[in-house]
């Protein structure tokens, strides 16, 4: 881990969960007087704030960059987006549709605080209101952080998965519960949008809502509302290869007949996109 200087910046508390403890409203700063570790060069905006307990780490989003000498980027002149930043809008999104998901019985990051605070990020032309996210997960470490992940933690939480059937392969565990949750998520007309090894950590939390859509929390476009149901199918993939990739990081031999009958199970037969089942001419 890396450590960084942090100050406590001023701030309101736009959302909180109940059981919520300490608050860590830190900003990266040149020699604050608080510290804060980035976990692998991956983390741009996210910072292990605190370890509180063996498999309780809190983590914090939007508080400044961790790679160059400036804590806050703005990458476009025409659609401006600050790197290290988070809006208030995004902050509350991700906290609210990661607690909805939560209650539906998948394994998240539990939201702690959405603290609004006193300056402006830059956010596609406009001025919005800067944030930060600060929740907790049993791992800090993302699936993309595999090379950068300490041993002995990587195979406490694999010993760790389960499910209902009795696979001897970690890698088919990981599929059934990955596949499992998706089947979960397009039942109660869910869609995350951005499954992907940086948004599942390695005690299989899923993470990351702030482009998530819910019935409760659609779109605000009615076109991109439009577009779910073609997204949705692409998360079938997404899914295979985050699954792929930990088939991979484990060094793991697994026929892919085995994962496409989990997908089936679920509900998710691949024959159905099939370009030879719809006798495509193919090469």
């Not at 509350?92 to 603290?115: A, C, P």
């Not at 596949?179 to 899923?206: C, F, G, K, P």
């Not at 026929?255 to 691949?270: A, N, P």
């Amino acid at each position: 881990m890396k450590h960084f200087s942090a100050d406590i910046t001023p701030y309101r508390i736009a959302l909180s969960d109940a059981s919520a403890p300490e608050i860590f409203p830190y900003v990266r700063a040149a020699h604050g007087p608080y510290g804060m570790y980035c976990i692998s060069p991956i983390h741009g905006r996210s910072f292990v704030l605190k370890h509180t307990a063996p498999n309780c780490w809190v983590v914090g989003k939007g508080n400044g960059l961790s790679y160059t000498q400036y804590r806050f980027l703005r990458n476009s002149l025409v659609f401006s987006d600050t790197w290290g930043g988070l809006t208030l809008e995004k902050a509350q999104r991700d906290f609210l549709i990661g607690q909805e998901v939560q209650q539906l019985g998948i394994k998240t990051n539990s939201m702690q605080y959405v603290l609004e605070l006193d300056w402006i990020t830059p956010q596609n032309g406009e001025e919005k209101t800067a944030a930060l996210l600060q929740y907790t997960v049993e791992c800090p470490y993302r699936l993309s952080d595999f090379g950068f992940i300490p041993n002995d933690m990587l195979r406490q939480c694999v010993s760790k998965w389960q499910c209902k059937k009795n696979y001897e392969r970690k890698s088919l565990v990981a599929a059934d519960i990955l596949v499992s949750n998706l089947r979960i998520l397009h039942d109660h007309d869910v869609m995350h949008n951005a499954l992907h090894t940086q948004n599942y950590t390695w005690a299989l939390e899923l993470l990351d809502f702030e482009a998530a859509r819910t019935n409760n929390h659609p779109y605000e476009s009615a076109e991109y509302e439009s577009f779910v149901p073609q997204l949705k199918d692409c998360e079938i993939l997404q899914t295979y290869e985050v699954i792929n990739y930990i088939i991979w990081c484990l060094q793991e031999q697994v026929d892919f007949s085995e994962i496409d009958q989990i997908f089936s199970d679920y509900g998710f037969d691949l024959r159905n996109y099939s370009l030879d089942a719809h006798n495509i001419d193919l090469p």
